[in-house]
């Protein structure tokens, strides 16, 4: 009996070692084998599969995945007032990797957990930011790190302003989440590019305002 695999683990989960085993979509790709490496949070997996490469010959390769499963981000903006409404957090991973003091500014973002996307995105909105959105418009779904994350990104935009506010913002206190909201203009929070905002999804989300959504000219 293995915790994860036909036991609960202490998240609930079970059935670990089957993600991937059945996928039938691309007739040159054979999944022989999945193994769970690690499970205390979220799920790393060494699969085996067999590949047929374009020049016809088979090959047998193993890739690990980072499972931390999808998850949605927001960008809030006011285009009377030409504002965007961002957040700064601690992320470990950055800062262990060279950020100076880990501290992101991002847009609102969260993983989906058992709820829709629009439904998790309205959700993390509020929590992180303190403001309740209304309409939204959807952006894009992307991959923001194939060759290792299985995760899938969904995108949105949705207006702010004074009336949508219900709280402070600032993240969940039972999950111990620390997080600033950040009021920026939005030709700054363009300038800021590659400096003080360096994350991919907040990047992505503010270049597309620019070029096409609520702040294009
Ligand atoms: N105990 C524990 N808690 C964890 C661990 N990893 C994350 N958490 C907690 O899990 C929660 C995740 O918060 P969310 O707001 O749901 O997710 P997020 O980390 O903000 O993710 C968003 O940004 C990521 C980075 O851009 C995106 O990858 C992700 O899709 C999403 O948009 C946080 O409370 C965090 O502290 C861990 O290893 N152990
Ligand atoms: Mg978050």
Do not use: C
Not at 117 to 130: D, H, K, L, Q
């Amino acid at each position: 009996m293995t915790a994860g695999i036909d036991t609960p683990d202490r998240r609930g989960r079970t059935g670990l070692d089957q993600v991937g085993r059945h996928l039938s979509g691309n007739d040159d790709v054979r999944v022989r084998d999945v193994e769970v490496l690690a499970s205390d949070w979220y799920v790393l997996r060494r699969t085996t599969f067999d590949m047929r490469h374009r020049d016809g010959h088979w090959s047998t390769e193993q890739r690990e995945t980072y499972d931390r499963g999808n998850g949605a981000t927001v960008l809030l903006y006011d285009v009377a007032r030409r504002t965007v409404l961002l957040t700064r957090q601690f992320r470990f991973p950055a800062y262990v990797n060279g950020h100076p003091d880990g501290l992101l500014v991002e847009t609102a973002a969260g993983l989906l957990d058992d709820d829709d996307p629009v439904t998790a995105v309205r959700r993390e909105a509020e929590e992180e930011t303190g403001h309740r959105v209304g309409e939204l418009t959807h952006v894009f779904d992307v991959f923001m790190s194939p060759g290792s994350v299985t995760e899938r990104l969904h995108f949105y935009a949705g207006p702010y302003d004074a009336g949508s506010r219900t709280a402070g913002g600032g993240g969940l206190a039972e999950e111990d989440e620390d997080i600033e909201v950040l009021e920026l203009d939005v030709d700054e929070a363009l300038a800021a590019i590659g400096t003080t905002i360096v994350d991919a999804k907040t990047i992505l989300l503010l270049q597309w305002a620019a070029l096409s959504g609520p702040f294009a000219r």
